[in-house]
T-cell receptor
Framework: DTGVSQDPRHKITKRGQNVTFRCDPI?????LYWYRQTLGQGPEFLTY????????KSRLLSNRFSAERPKGSFSTLEIQRTEQGDSAMYLC???????????FGPGTRLTVL | DQQVKQNSPSLSVQEGRISILNCDYT??????FLWYKKYPAEGPTFLIS?????DKNEDGRFTVFLNKSAKHLSLHIVPSQPGDSAVYFC???????????FGDGTTLTVKP
């Protein structure tokens, strides 16, 4: 088991472009979370899935953000029409059933110019 | 409304001494509390947790204390080692909601 992986690790884009990030959770972890982290702050909840069902989405998440987990395995987070305020580290975490411990990936650092 | 607060952005201790990291929360719906440790360029890694029905949990050099009436928890590291230097995040978990809320972290520096 290689842990949670995220791709890409870094992304630089111009304002107005669309970006998509991928997260591969630990196999058989049925819960998957997306967080955003900016400098000096803790991870901020964005959304989470139980298997393929998206159970909650933060009200902080504008309609430019969408996440999917089509087969209950990997997940994608898409940001449309990126803005400079979207620059942050995007973290993915997975959690097995019956525990409260989340296992984080290394994150994708997004820079919007 | 910040539900989890870590009021000390940084802490510096000498190797071998005790490190005490503090965390306050406001949400009574949290039923687990977790501490995560983060090194630069890596995601947070789980360190230790405590159920809201307990007041202490110990794992090696790490002990977490929970004072539910004060809505306060602390992480004790004894003895502190240079490799403990990292950012420590406190998180409250609401099992019914299925999600955790994180504090802003405390940067611990352990000096040799």
């Amino acid at each position: 088991d290689t842990g949670v992986s995220q791709d890409p690790r870094h992304k630089i884009t111009k304002r107005g472009q669309n970006v998509t990030f991928r997260c591969d959770p630990i196999s058989e972890h049925n819960r998957l979370y997306w967080y955003r982290q900016t400098l000096g702050q803790g991870p901020e909840f964005l959304t989470y899935f139980q298997n393929e069902a998206q159970l909650e989405k933060s009200r902080l998440l504008s309609n430019r953000f969408s996440a999917e987990r089509p087969k209950g395995s990997f997940s994608t987070l898409e940001i449309q029409r990126t803005e400079q305020g979207d620059s942050a580290m995007y973290l993915c975490a997975s959690r097995p059933l019956g525990t409260d411990t989340q296992y984080f990936g290394p994150g994708t650092r997004l820079t919007v110019l | 409304d910040q539900q989890v607060k870590q009021n000390s952005p940084s802490l510096s201790v000498q190797e071998g001494r005790i490190s005490i990291l503090n965390c306050d929360y406001t949400n009574s719906m949290f039923d687990y509390f977790l501490w995560y440790k983060k090194y630069p360029a890596e995601g947070p890694t789980f360190l230790i947790s405590i159920s809201s029905i307990k007041d202490k949990n110990e794992d090696g050099r790490f002990t977490v204390f929970l004072n539910k009436s004060a809505k306060h928890l602390s992480l004790h590291i004894v003895p502190s080692q240079p490799g403990d230097s990292a950012v420590y995040f406190c998180a409250g978990h609401n099992t019914n909601a299925g999600k955790s809320t994180f504090g802003d972290g405390t940067t611990l520096t352990v000096k040799p």
